[in-house]
């Protein structure tokens, strides 16, 4: 096992890296005796980049994928064999228990997607191993975790080919399927689509349970109000959490994502009623006047 994200610095020189970090792959072909080259699949070109930052750059390809894979060409029926999924590794082990796969895992098990593939819908669907990264467990930042998150749902439900290799359908037009969302821009870059499309659970840190769109969230009030949805999924995190309830007007300043509605400042909540009664005030005295003159 290699303990350093540097190992992927010299992909030109890793064994697999040399064809799957590049567009074009050469190779000799012994039937004709000529060296060849070929346009790589774009769906099998590694992110280097994402590769160093990600949670598993410490492992080699061959940790995951068959060893087999060192030789090359590689044999057709390679691809056919199931890849180890995430609780081949992460599941009943203690060391990852805070992490909860295996309640994640039951959870997601209850989710549309399960429900509609079963076991062809698996982590690798969503996450990315190759560059996966906990942002909303270690970011400080609610924009950097909304756009992580929804960048994974997108990669699919935005995807024209992705989404109908899964399904078997065709790409709906999410501004369509969303018009009914007012300010659809800022919802999208604001919150992330798991606050309406997932069943919140208090135990996760991310629901995985997804819900089919029938019964997402459509009500306003369910995040803009004082008991806000977000506090229960997007603001739950301990990074954030302060940031979310400080009713300071820095606090809010500072918080990227304030819903109005979920968040209230006591200073500004006076200041608006005084002008409220001033104003009150000023139209009782003003009606007064009004009929004591008029008299």
Same mark, same amino acid.
């Given at each position: ?7 992927? +610095? ?45 949670? #598993? ?44 796969? +295996? ?26 191993? #190759? ?8 970011? /400080?930042? @609610? ?39 007012? /300010? ?39 995040? #803009? ?13 301990? /990074? ?34 005084? @002008? ?9 005295? #003003? ?9």
């Amino acid at each position: 096992m290699r303990t350093q994200a540097q190992y992927y +610095d010299t992909p030109k020189e890793h064994d697999c890296l040399k064809c799957h970090s590049q567009q074009t792959y050469s190779f000799h072909n012994e039937l004709m005796g000529t060296d060849d080259k070929k346009l790589m699949n774009p769906y099998y070109i590694i992110d280097t980049l994402g590769l160093r930052e990600g949670v #598993h750059k410490q492992f080699d390809c061959t940790d995951c994928h068959s060893y087999d894979y060192t030789t090359y060409p590689h044999n057709a029926n390679l691809k056919l064999e199931p890849l180890a999924t995430c609780l081949d590794c992460h599941g009943g082990d203690e060391s990852f228990a805070s992490y909860q796969f +295996d309640k994640i895992q039951e959870e997601f098990q209850k989710s549309v997607h399960y429900q509609a593939y079963g076991d062809n819908f698996t982590c690798a669907k969503c996450h990315s191993q #190759h560059t996966y990264t906990a942002t909303a467990r270690n970011s /400080n930042s @609610i924009l950097e975790i909304v756009d992580y998150s929804n960048k994974m749902c997108l990669s699919c439900h935005n995807d024209m080919r992705r989404y109908g290799l899964v399904s078997g359908q065709e790409n709906p037009a999410l501004i369509d399927v969303h018009s009914w969302l007012p /300010n659809q821009e800022l919802h999208f870059k604001h919150v992330r689509c798991i606050e309406c499309h997932t069943a919140v659970e208090d135990d996760l840190m991310v629901s995985h349970n997804i819900r089919a769109k029938e019964e997402a969230v459509r009500r306003c009030a369910e995040c #803009h109000s004082e008991n806000s949805l977000l506090k229960a999924s997007l603001y739950k995190y301990q /990074n954030l959490q302060e940031r979310a309830e400080d009713g300071s007007i820095i606090g809010v300043l500072s918080n990227e994502n304030y819903v109005i509605g979920s968040h209230q400042i006591p200073i500004l909540r006076t200041i608006s009623l005084l @002008i409220f009664f001033a104003a009150l005030g000023g139209i009782i005295i #003003h009606g007064i006047f009004r009929i004591i003159y008029k008299k």
